[in-house]
Every structure is written in C-alpha cells, then in structure tokens.
C-alpha cells in the first residue's frame, strides 16, 4: 500500500509537473487537461513498476532460494548487501 501512495504522489508530482509546462502549447482547454491526465498516468505507472519490482526482487528480505531471512553485511553508496546465512546467496539493495 505504502508503494501504491508513494507512486501515486511522486505521478502527480512529476507528471503533473511535466504535462502542465507540455500543456502551454495546447489552446483547448479539454486537451490541456488530457494532455496533464495523461502525464500523471504515464509518470504513475513508469513509477509503481519500478518501485513493485524492487520490492519483488527483494522478496521482502527473505532469500529467493532458501526462505531464510537475509542478513545485512555491508554498506556502500547508499546501498546494502545482504546475505543468506544458510546458503550464502546475496543481493544488493
């Protein structure tokens, strides 16, 4: 759920931005906003695919070939690797 607001937000947000400064060169005011709606809906879908694939791939931190739960080992740039303590798979996130 809390993908779906994020997303949702961020949709707005961007492609609302987007479509408004796109939507200056329209003179109708039904395209304008078709032209805002649509923006939004791109942005929104280009964004929920992203963030529920990530957090598909992740498996909520559990490992994809055992079902042990992930152990954080290192950090860099941001990001974590994490570890299976069973049979050792890892990943980045």
């Not at 937000?9 to 400064?21: E, Q």
Request: positive net charge; contains cysteine.
């Amino acid at each position: 759920m809390e993908i779906l607001i994020a997303s949702l937000f961020l949709g707005c947000l961007t492609g609302g931005s987007l479509g408004l400064i796109w939507s200056t060169t329209v003179e109708s005011k039904k395209a304008k906003f078709a032209t805002i709606t649509i923006f939004i809906c791109a942005f929104f879908l280009f964004i929920y695919g992203g963030m529920s694939s990530e957090d598909k791939s992740f498996n909520n931190g559990y490992c994809i070939q055992c079902g042990t739960k992930y152990e954080a080992i290192t950090r860099r740039n941001g990001n974590t690797y994490y570890e299976c303590p069973n049979c050792y798979y890892g990943m980045w996130h």
